[in-house]
């Protein structure tokens, strides 16, 4: 695997980013996909003005993976909360009828995040993971589905 060295100034590395955000009460918001598209692309949006690079994005039903390259100018609290900020912001006052029946107030997220930097060996596994690793999550969640499908019919 090549190393994906990038120069800027006086310096030359790679900064790779695993992030997770979780909704308000870990509520299953990305289960409709219009709040899915809508939030990855206010994410997307305020990366690219803050000139980061989202290199994969995917939700889960209640979660969302973020694998962000060339962040090495932002604290990781900051660029969190830059991201967490504008979508929030932009999803609920553009969009809060696709999940205010299970969302309330002013909260979109819940308040952490999950964080982890990733180096050269791993950032592929990373970015796989991402990418194809929420197929558990959805099939877990149509499980849960199914079982209170069948309890309501009972």
């Not at 994005?57 to 660029?79: A, M, Q, R, S």
């Not at 982890?116 to 990373?126: D, M, Y």
Request: hydrophobic share 40%; glycine share 6%; aromatic share 12%.
């Amino acid at each position: 695997m090549a190393n994906e060295l990038r120069s800027s100034g006086h310096t030359l590395g790679e900064s790779n980013l695993h992030l997770q955000f979780t909704p308000a009460y870990r509520r299953d918001v990305f289960v409709e996909p219009l709040a899915r598209e809508l939030t990855v692309a206010y994410i997307v949006q305020r990366a690219q003005k803050m000139k980061v690079n989202i290199a994969v994005i995917e939700c889960g039903p209640d979660h969302l993976h973020l694998f962000v390259t060339g962040w090495k100018n932002w604290k990781i609290p900051v660029l969190a909360g830059q991201l967490k900020t504008y979508s929030s912001r932009m999803m609920r006052k553009n969009h809060a009828y696709l999940f205010a029946d299970k969302l309330y107030g002013k909260k979109f997220w819940s308040a952490g995040y999950f964080h982890r930097t990733v180096g050269v060996v791993t950032a592929e596994t990373s970015k796989r993971y991402i990418a194809e690793g929420q197929r558990k999550h959805w099939a877990e969640f149509e499980q849960k589905q199914q079982k209170t499908l069948l309890n309501y019919s009972s």
